[in-house]
């Protein structure tokens, strides 16, 4: 039994939504994460706006931190957290969220995040947001996967951090070249999604959407896992 897993960071909304729920569409998210979700005026309306538009539901996510999970119609949702990461004076609030999810019986223990363009910030959050996951994995035998934008690349500190203790799903079994960040004009792969090494990939990259509406949805490109979990 495989489940898509997707990691897409989607700017407030600012871009074309319609070009934004073609690609959300063309992704066939099971699970969905997002970063830079609506966070001010009317942002719970819009979130569900958004989900509902594309057949999902909003699962997961407080307003602070702009990060929520989304799920589709088949996914059985166990439970939801929401939690503010460490503040750190003169930088971004920073959140997590957690939803813990069954399909088919398989659960998963799915968080997403959206990391600063501090390197001392983002290792320390991106340790206590895995310690927060497990531990929700933890009490309800769930694989944990994490979805993001790291706002770093695959040889710095906290993704090496996170690649020690999770797989980098992308690598693993690639498709397309992974670049994620600008949409308009990819030259790094800052947005990932990794998973507990029991599960396996079966392949991992962007979504199979125009061009056009890839650049026009928000300066970020997504990315997909397809993971099978094994009884």
Request: neutral net charge.
């Amino acid at each position: 039994m495989t489940v898509r897993v997707g990691t897409y960071n989607v700017r407030g909304l600012r871009d074309s939504v319609p070009a934004l729920l073609r690609v959300i569409n063309a992704m066939r998210c099971d699970v969905l994460c997002l970063q830079e979700a609506p966070r001010l005026l009317n942002w719970r309306a819009r979130r569900q706006g958004l989900a509902e538009a594309a057949g999902l539901r909003v699962v997961a996510g407080g307003r602070l931190g702009g990060v929520a999970v989304l799920a589709a119609p088949r996914v059985r949702v166990l439970h939801a957290e929401s939690h503010v990461l460490r503040v750190f004076v003169g930088l971004e609030v920073r959140g997590l969220v957690i939803a813990v999810v069954e399909v088919d019986g398989a659960r998963l223990a799915v968080g997403s995040l959206h990391l600063d363009l501090n390197g001392a910030a983002r290792l320390h959050h991106a340790t206590e947001a895995l310690m927060l996951l497990e531990r929700a994995a933890s009490w309800f035998g769930a694989a944990v996967v994490l979805g993001g934008d790291f706002n770093e690349r695959d040889h710095e500190p906290t993704w090496r951090y996170l690649a020690e203790r999770l797989v980098d799903c992308y690598p693993r079994a690639p498709t397309g070249d992974g670049l994620t960040f600008t949409a308009r004009r990819p030259q790094a792969r800052i947005d990932a999604v990794f998973a507990a090494p029991a599960l396996t990939v079966v392949s991992c990259g962007g979504a199979d959407a125009p061009a056009a509406d890839l650049a026009e949805a928000t300066d970020h490109l997504p990315v997909v896992a397809e993971l099978r979990i094994d009884p």
